[in-house]
C-alpha cells in the first residue's frame, strides 16, 4: 500500500523515518524531472482546492503550481471577505461543500486544531498548509528536504532554531520530522518565546539533546545550521508584549564576520528583519533555494495522495 494514499498531511509527528526518506526520494525524481520537461501529467483531471484563512504567497502558489505541473487544477476561494465565510459560515460546512467540487483541499486557518477539524468533515484529504500557532507539516518536509540538499545528509546534525519557538508553526512541525535524525537543537528564542514546554519535554524523551539558549552566537557557533524564523506579530493579543520582542535576533553581515565560520541559513519566510538583505549574497544563505524546493515536495505529496508513486 503506497504511504500517503488518500492520507490527510496534518502534523510532523505523523511520518515515519522511511516515510521522510521517501518522501523526499519521490520530491529529488520530480525536481530532476522538471528539468528536462514542464509538466508531469499523473493527476490529470484532479482538482485541488486552496482555503487560506490567513495570507500566504508560497505556500499557496506553490500548492497551485504544484497541482499544475502535475497536470490538475486548482481553484481557490480566495480571500475569506469575498467567500461565505464573511457571511458565517462554519469551517466544517465550507469544508463539506468544497468537497464537492474538489479531490484534495489545503487549508491554511489561524486556529490550532482547524486542519484536524477540516479533516474530520470529510472523506477527501485535507493538507495543513498552517494552523495558527500548531503545525506546517508540508513546510518541514520541504525544510528536511532543504537541508539534505545543503549538507547532504539529515543525521548527526546540530540545529540552531532562532526567534519565536512559541508560535512558530514551522518550527514545531520541523522538530517533529528532525527527531528521526538524532539532531541535537539549540533553541534560540527571549524567554518569552520559548518552546513551548509539551514539545521540549516530549522531544527529550525521544532522545533529542536539546540546549535552551538566549545567546545566538554560542548556538551557531556549535551548529551546521540556523533556522531563523520571523517573530509571528499576528499571535499577539498585546502589542506592547510584541514590542519588548521584535528584532530580537538578527543576522547580518556584523554577526557573520564575528561567527567567522561558514553555517548554512534557513528561514520559511517571509522575513521582517531577522536576516539583513546583505545575507543574501552569503554562499551559505539557502533560503531561497528553500521557497524554491516546496514545489517539489509539493508535488511528491500529492502524487503520493493520489497513489500516483
Ligand atoms: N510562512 C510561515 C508560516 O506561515 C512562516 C511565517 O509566516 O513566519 O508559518
Ligand atoms: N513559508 C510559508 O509558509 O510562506 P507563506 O506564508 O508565504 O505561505
Redesign the pocket.
Known sequence: MPILKGKDILHGNQFTKKDVETILKVASEFERELKKKDTLPLLKGKILATLFYE??????LSFEAAIQRLGGGAIGMGAVESSSVAKGETLVDTIRTVSQYADVIVLRHPRTGSAKEAAEATSIPVINA?DGAGQ?PT?ALLDVYTIRQELGTLKNLTISLVGDLKNGR?VHALVEVLSLFQSKLYFVSPDLLRMPEEITSNLRGKGVKIVETEDMMEAARASHLIYMTRIQKERFADLSEYEKVKGSFIIDQTFLEKLNKKVTILH???RVDEIHPDVDAYPGAAYFRQMRNGIFIRMALLAMIFGKR
Open positions: 495570507p500566504s504567497t508560497r505556500t499557496r498552517g506546517h513546510q514551522t520559511p519566510l517571509p
